[in-house]
């Protein structure tokens, strides 16, 4: 099981096509789960942010078990998501 986090912030322009851009790369896998925070939103979701140095949004990270295997850095095409996660 492969875990997406994707960062994202309420003045991010990339943020949303983002969002929508890594739903379509994993719409037909069944084996990745997309969890989406926005660090505006909530306190623990800004110290989350922290604690995994996230530094702007949005920032994409691929989770493997409890381990961040890649990351990807800001609003990115369909092929960089795609092959970010053909390696896992």
Not at 27 to 53: H, P, Q, W
Not at 54 to 61: K, M, R, W
Not at 74 to 80: A, E, F, Q, Y
Request: glycine share 4%; proline share 3%.
């Amino acid at each position: 099981m492969i875990e997406l986090w994707l960062f994202t912030s309420n003045d991010c322009p990339g943020c949303d096509p983002m969002r929508r851009k890594v739903e379509m790369v994993i719409s037909e896998m069944d084996d990745v789960r997309l969890k989406v925070f926005n660090v505006d939103e909530k306190d623990e979701y800004m110290d989350l942010a922290r604690a995994f140095y996230i530094q702007s949004t949005p920032t994409l990270l691929i989770k493997k078990g409890d381990t961040v295997v890649d990351h990807i850095i800001g609003n990115v095409s369909l092929s960089t998501i795609e092959e970010a996660l053909n390696g896992y």
